[in-house]
C-alpha cells in the first residue's frame, strides 16, 4: 500500500527499443497489486489492503471489498493495465472514489507516421466523448473525455442481481517512439468529484516523462 507521494515506473519494450515511463502519485493514493504470480496470492493481497483501507470495517465488509476487487482483474488483463490505484475522499460532505490506470499498447502500423493525428482520429470515430490533441511537459498526447457504462456482477452486488451504473472517466494517450503508446486514464462513479479528481488526474499528467536505457529523455513525435 502506498498513501504518500510516489514515483512510479514501467518499461516498454518494441522493436528493440526500450522507453522507461515515469510518473508521480500524488498523496491519499492506495496501490492495487499487479505483479502477483497466483490467485491466491492475489487474495492475500487484496485482504491486506482491504484491512489497511478499512481497519474498522466488519472482516465480512473487507472480504467484500477485496472480492468487488478482484472482479475486476480479468479487465485489467484484458486492457494490459500494468498499474492501478485509488484514493477515496470526501467532496463536500460526500464519500467519492477515483481510480488511475496506466497501460500500454502497440501502435497501429498505419499510424506510424502521423501518431497524434491518427490516435485522435480513431477515438473520434468512436463517437464516445470529446477528444482533443493536447501538449504536456513530456510532448504531445490526446485527451479523452467521456462517460461509459459498468457493471456490477451479481454475485457482489447487495440485491443479488446485475446492476449498471455510469462511470466518468479522462483518457490521455501518449504514443512513443518504439511504436508503443501509453494510455493513462482516471475513472471516477462519483460525479460529485469530477473536478477535484480531473486537477488530480491533470497534475499527474504534468509528472509524465520518458527516459532511454541510459537515462537520456526520449523526445516525442508530433
Known amino acids: ?14 522493436e528493440g527499443q526500450a522507453v522507461h515511463v515515469r510518473w508521480i502519485m500524488p498523496q491519499g493514493f492506495y496501490e492495487l497489486p499487479t505483479d502477483v504470480e497466483s490467485v491466491d496470492e492475489l487474495a492475500d493481497e487484496l485482504i491486506s489492503l482491504a484491512q489497511q483501507v478499512m481497519p474498522d470495517a466488519p472482516e465480512s465488509m473487507q472480504y467484500q471489498w477485496a472480492a468487488l476487487c478482484a ?63 493536447i501538449d504536456l511537459p513530456c510532448g504531445p498526447a490526446v485527451s479523452w473525455i467521456g462517460a ?45 468529484g469530477w473536478e477535484v479528481f480531473s486537477s488530480m488526474f491533470a497534475g499527474i499528467l504534468k509528472t509524465l516523462s520518458f527516459f532511454d ?8 513525435v508530433p
Do not use: K
Not at 84 to 112: N, P, W, Y
Not at 213 to 220: A, I, N, Q, S, Y
Open 1 to 14: 500500500m502506498s498513501t504518500t507521494t510516489s514515483e512510479n515506473e514501467l518499461a516498454s519494450v518494441s
Open 71 to 133: 472482479g475486476n482483474y480479468d479487465a485489467f488483463v484484458e486492457g494490459g493495465i500494468q498499474y492501478a490505484g485509488f484514493v477515496i475522499t470526501e467532496v463536500d460532505g460526500t464519500r467519492c472514489t477515483a481510480t488511475v490506470h496506466v497501460s500500454m499498447t502497440e501502435l497501429a502500423d498505419e499510424a506510424r507516421l502521423r501518431p497524434i493525428l491518427a490516435t485522435a482520429g480513431a477515438l473520434r470515430d468512436l463517437g464516445q466523448g470529446e477528444v482533443t490533441e
Open 148 to 192: 461509459r457504462q459498468a457493471v456490477v456482477d451479481a454475485a457482489l452486488s447487495p440485491s443479488g442481481q446485475t446492476e449498471p451504473f455510469w462511470t466518468s472517466f479522462i483518457q490521455a494517450q501518449v504514443p512513443l517512439p518504439n511504436g508503443t503508446v501509453v494510455v493513462m486514464e482516471m475513472v471516477t462513479p462519483t460525479q460529485e
Open 213 to 220: 536505457d541510459e537515462g537520456t529523455p526520449v523526445r516525442l
